[in-house]
C-alpha cells in the first residue's frame, strides 16, 4: 500500500497544478508583456521563466495567491526592471536610468488587474508576429511559436513532432539569436507589410494544426494537442485582427475540420477515412462556429485560400449523410483553389473531388498527368490515390501495387497499416 502524502507534498502538488494552468493561459501574455519593455524577446522568456521559478518555490508555502496570473506579470515585470537598471548603469547614463525607470514604472500600474489587461491584445499580436517572422526557418517558427504563445515544453513540441529535445532547444535558441541579429523590431508590421507578414503568421497555425491533424510520422493518426493549440491562436488572432478575411478563413477551415475528430479514430486509433465516418459522431458546435467564421470571411472580401478550403470543408460539414455530399461544388471550388494558390497538392486533391464528381476515369487522368510531370515523387498519397482511382475502376491487381508503395512511403504507422489493409482487400 503506497504511503499518504504529507500535507508539505499535497501542497506542493496543488501549487504545481495551479502553476501549470495559469503558465499554459498566461506565458503568452508576460512574455508578451516583457518584450514590449526589454525589446528582446530571448531575455523576456527567460524572466518569465523566473518568475515560474518563483512562483514554484513560494506558492507551496506562502499559498495561492488571489490572482495568480497578477502575480506571475507582477514579478516577471520587476525582473525585467530590475535587468533595465542594471543594463543602464552598465552603461554609465545615469540619466536614461531615471528616465528609463520612471517610463517603466509607469507602465507597470498599480493596479495589477488593469495591467493585465493594458497593452495585451497588441502584446500578443507583436509576439505572434515575431515568432513568425520569415527571417526564421519554417521549422524554428513553429517551435518558436509554440514555445513563447503556446506555453509547450521543448520536451512537449520534440514529442509532438517526433524529433529530439536538442534538436528542438537548438531551433529556438538559433530562433532567437536569428531575431536579435536582425534586430527585428517588436512592432506589429506597418500597414503595406501586414499581408505579406499576416501569411507567415497563418502559414504557421496552418502547419502545426495540419501536423496534429494527420501526423507525417510516429504511431498516432492525429495529435490533438497541436489541433487545440492551433485553433486556440486562430481564435486569438480573429479576436485581434478582426477586418482580416484570410484569418477567420483559417478558423473557419480548423473550426469544421476539427468537427470530426472524434469521428476520425476507430476504438483502437484506428484511422477512419471521410466517407466510412459515423457523421453522428461530428460536434455540430463546432461545425456552426465555422459556418460562422466563414460567414464572416465572405463579408469581408472574396474567399482566399484559407477560406476556399474552408468553404470545400463546409460542404462535407452539410452533407447529412455521404451520398449527399455536392460533389461538383467541391470541385468548382477546388478549380478557384487551383487558380489562387496553383500547386501539385491542390491539383492532386483536386484529381480525388473530379474521380468523386464525374467518374475515377477522368480523375485517373488527372493523377496519371501528375505523375508525368514527376511534382510528387515521394509524396505517399499520389499512389494511394491512385490505388483508389484503380481500385473504383475493378484494376484491382494495378490498385493492391499503388496501395503497397503507398504504405512504403508513408512515416505513419497507422496510415500505413491502412494502406496494407486496403491493398489486401484487392486481393491478389
Not at 151 to 176: C, D, M, P
Not at 291 to 310: H, M, S, V
Amino acid at each position: 500500500m503506497p504511503a499518504k502524502a504529507t500535507p508539505e507534498a499535497e501542497a506542493r502538488q496543488a501549487a504545481a497544478r495551479v502553476i501549470d494552468g495559469v503558465w499554459r493561459i498566461e506565458s503568452a501574455r508576460i512574455i508578451g508583456a516583457l518584450a514590449r519593455m526589454l525589446r528582446n524577446v530571448g531575455m523576456a522568456e527567460e524572466l518569465a521563466q523566473d518568475a515560474l521559478v518563483s512562483a514554484l518555490e513560494r506558492w507551496p508555502e506562502a499559498g495561492i495567491p488571489d490572482n495568480p496570473a497578477a502575480w506571475l506579470m507582477t514579478v516577471a515585470k520587476n525582473r525585467a526592471l530590475d535587468h533595465l537598471r542594471h543594463a543602464t548603469l552598465q552603461r554609465n547614463k545615469q540619466s536614461e536610468l531615471t528616465y528609463a525607470i520612471e517610463t517603466l514604472l509607469q507602465d507597470a500600474a498599480p493596479d495589477l488587474d488593469a495591467a493585465l489587461e493594458d497593452d495585451i491584445g497588441d502584446d500578443l499580436l507583436r509576439l505572434m508576429f515575431i515568432s513568425c517572422h520569415p527571417v526564421l526557418s519554417t521549422e524554428a517558427r513553429v517551435a518558436l511559436t509554440l514555445r513563447l504563445l503556446g506555453g509547450l515544453t521543448t520536451e512537449e513540441i520534440a514529442h509532438a513532432f517526433l524529433v529530439s529535445e536538442a534538436a528542438v532547444a537548438q531551433r529556438i535558441v538559433r530562433a532567437k539569436r536569428t531575431l536579435a541579429e536582425a534586430k527585428v523590431p517588436f512592432a506589429v508590421p506597418r500597414a503595406d507589410q501586414l499581408v505579406a507578414r499576416l501569411a507567415s503568421v497563418l502559414q504557421v497555425i496552418y502547419l502545426i494544426y495540419n501536423e496534429g491533424y494527420s501526423a507525417s510520422a510516429g504511431g498516432d493518426w492525429m495529435r490533438p494537442t497541436l489541433c487545440d493549440e492551433a485553433l486556440r491562436l486562430g481564435r486569438i488572432l480573429a479576436g485581434l485582427l478582426p477586418d482580416e478575411p484570410e484569418v477567420h478563413g483559417l478558423v473557419a477551415l480548423m473550426e469544421i475540420q476539427s468537427s470530426r475528430a472524434r469521428a476520425r479514430l476507430g476504438a483502437q486509433g484506428e484511422p477512419v477515412l471521410l466517407l466510412e465516418q459515423d457523421r453522428g459522431r461530428w460536434d455540430q458546435l463546432l461545425i456552426r462556429r465555422g459556418l460562422a467564421a466563414l460567414a464572416r470571411a465572405g463579408q469581408l472580401g472574396e474567399y482566399g485560400p484559407y477560406a476556399l478550403q474552408a468553404a470545400i470543408a463546409a460542404c462535407h460539414a452539410r452533407a447529412l449523410t455521404p451520398e449527399q455530399t455536392d460533389w461538383p461544388r467541391i470541385a468548382a471550388l477546388y478549380d478557384a483553389l487551383a487558380q489562387l494558390m496553383p500547386s501539385p497538392v491542390v491539383e492532386l486533391n483536386r484529381a480525388v473531388v473530379i474521380g468523386m464528381a464525374y467518374g475515377p476515369a477522368l480523375g485517373l487522368e488527372l493523377v496519371d498527368a501528375l505523375i508525368a510531370a514527376d511534382a510528387l515523387r515521394n509524396y505517399h498519397l499520389l499512389p494511394s490515390v491512385r490505388g483508389d482511382l484503380l481500385s473504383r475502376l475493378g484494376r484491382m491487381a494495378e490498385a493492391r501495387a499503388e496501395f503497397e508503395q503507398a504504405a512504403a512511403l508513408t512515416n505513419n504507422l497507422r496510415e500505413r497499416a491502412l494502406l496494407l489493409a486496403r491493398a489486401q482487400g484487392c486481393g491478389r
